[in-house]
């Protein structure tokens, strides 16, 4: 992953998922230490750098890019997957920005500056001592550190691309910065992030750093991660997260991150509630023996959804599978004591708590499509695929849209009240004296011919068909009777550039129900 130059300022490095990461800045004369980490194409990134008005060049050596002043010096380079306290950190890749104090400091803290573009940042404090009595496991540099979210998509997408994309919303993980000294010691530094203010600051123990033998390193790790940087074995536990549905369609799948280290395959049972906590649907699946990341288990039927609130509701069979989380303030989650074979449970009956994100999502498709049938009665629009309307059809939606793929006349018993046979725009079928719809009838409308010389861009008159006698539909028909009752044509100097006007006068209604229109 060796960086390649974009300009005299700038160097970019491709992650091994395809993430970009820039060092410099694209924009500036000169190199600066700075870094910028771009997610989903893009969409949202983290610009971070020190404050400088130096003019240094970049040292480049190997994967690493530097910035070298007199008394400080920076570094950025890829981090590669790593195992921290059985955590697997920089799951897609990292990075580093390490800065390097080559004397003491005037001040304990380093203030970078910091800009975001569709991102928040989630402080992860140490557990709580109701974590720890649940056996919530949080490592040594997550405490202390920031989890990095997308700023508006949530848990449920539309479409399994989407969902591949997104998963459950994690950008990155800021793991909390170590400092070490010449001799080895080292010391935790305090990691603080003001959106706001723009600024990331690392703050140093004051004592340490006046014992400390320089140069010293400050090592902040930005992860490109997918799931929660905290972790609960499962054991008898069902756990459930609530999100919102932003549109309405039917749910496919509920992903879970699980983690099974030993032992042969097991069960995974999932369930979707609504916001009332009752059981929507259940959906049952195998996690592999070793599996390590998403699992998509599908619901046993695929349930129409709202716009709504859901919980996202998970149990493993044994009690070697852990789940993943981060501390997300104003998210509501809860478990309960339920046993496998009886999962789920309807309604849901446990401990509610908030301020937990589990890594789990829903997949759905957006809208639905049911084929309207003979005994249909819906008041609404139908969904499409549409079919042709038939004797027994009484739907008042929009009726036989397909009709304009697969013609069929209208004919004297259909009573739809809907659009009827919209193909006869494109396959004229005479009107009859029968018809008995009341919506737009199929009316065939040639259009009138442009004389050599006109230059019309609108919309250019048309000549009305003739009615016959008979006829008795009560659409608005723009007709001639016995002659003469053309409309007016265009002559061949006239420009037309908007819709052309008709001069025209209102006679009595006439046969078929409409307004008769006379130059």
């Not at 819709?499 to 129900?513: M, R, V």
């Amino acid at each position: 992953m060796n960086p390649v130059k974009i300009n005299e300022t700038t160097y970019e490095v491709t992650l091994p998922r395809g993430d970009k990461v820039e060092i410099g800045d694209r924009d500036a004369l000169d190199f600066k230490p700075h870094l910028k980490l771009n997610r989903w194409d893009g969409e949202s990134f983290i610009k971070v750098g020190l404050p400088t008005t130096a003019r240094s060049s970049p040292v480049i050596e190997g994967e690493r890019v530097g910035w070298v002043e007199p008394d400080l010096e920076a570094r950025f380079y890829p981090l590669e997957p790593t195992v921290i306290d059985g955590f697997t950190q920089n799951e897609g890749g990292g990075f580093e920005f390490e800065i390097i104090l080559k004397e003491k400091p005037p001040t304990n803290q380093i203030i970078l500056e910091i800009e975001t573009q569709g991102l928040k940042y989630h402080y992860q404090p140490p557990l709580t001592p109701e974590e720890i009595a649940e056996g919530a496991v949080r490592p040594y540099n997550v405490a202390g550190s920031y989890a990095v979210y997308h700023d508006s998509r949530g848990n449920l997408h539309a479409s399994a691309q989407d969902a591949d994309k997104y998963r459950c919303g994690k950008a990155f993980h800021i793991y909390r910065p170590k400092i070490t000294d010449t001799k080895g010691d080292w010391v935790w530094a305090d990691l603080n992030i003001d959106e706001q203010a723009g600024t990331l600051t690392v703050t140093i123990d004051q004592d340490w750093l006046d014992k400390a033998v320089y140069p010293v390193v400050i090592d902040p790790n930005f992860g490109y991660e997918t799931a929660g940087a905290s972790a609960k074995t499962i054991s008898s536990w069902m756990y459930a997260c609530k999100f919102t549905c932003p549109d309405s369609g039917n749910a496919q799948s509920i992903s879970w991150y699980l983690n099974k280290s030993a032992g042969s395959s097991s069960g995974m049972k999932v369930a979707l509630y609504d916001a009332s906590k009752n059981l929507v649907e259940s959906g049952t699946g195998t996690i592999p023996d070793g599996h390590d990341g998403f699992l998509a288990v599908n619901l046993d039927t695929n349930p129409a959804i709202a716009s709504a609130d859901y919980w996202l509701a998970g149990r493993a069979e044994t009690a070697i599978t852990t789940v993943y989380y981060d501390s997300v303030g104003g998210w509501d989650y809860m478990y309960e004591d339920v046993s496998y074979s009886t999962f789920p449970e309807d309604p849901l009956a446990g401990t509610f708590i908030t301020g937990r994100k589990y890594s789990v999502y829903c997949t759905y498709t957006a809208g639905g499509v049911t084929e309207k049938q003979s005994s249909d009665t819906g008041g609404g629009a139908d969904w499409l695929p549409a079919r042709d309307i038939a004797l027994p059809d009484s739907g008042s939606g929009v009726d036989a849209f397909v009709s304009l793929q697969t013609p069929a006349a209208k004919t004297a018993s259909d009573n739809g009240y809907g659009v009827d046979a919209l193909v006869s725009l494109q396959t004229p079928v005479a009107k009859t004296a029968s018809d008995s719809g009341a919506g737009v009838e199929a009316i065939p409308v040639p259009a009138a011919f442009l004389a050599g010389s006109e230059s019309g861009s609108g919309i250019e008159a048309f000549i009305a068909r003739l009615l016959a006698a008979a006829e008795t539909g009560y659409g608005a028909e723009a007709s001639e009777i016995g002659g003469g009752g053309l409309l007016k044509h265009l002559f061949a100097s006239e420009l037309g550039e908007g819709t052309d006007g008709l001069t025209a006068k209102i006679e009595k209604p006439t046969k078929g129900g409409g307004m008769r229109l006379w130059i």
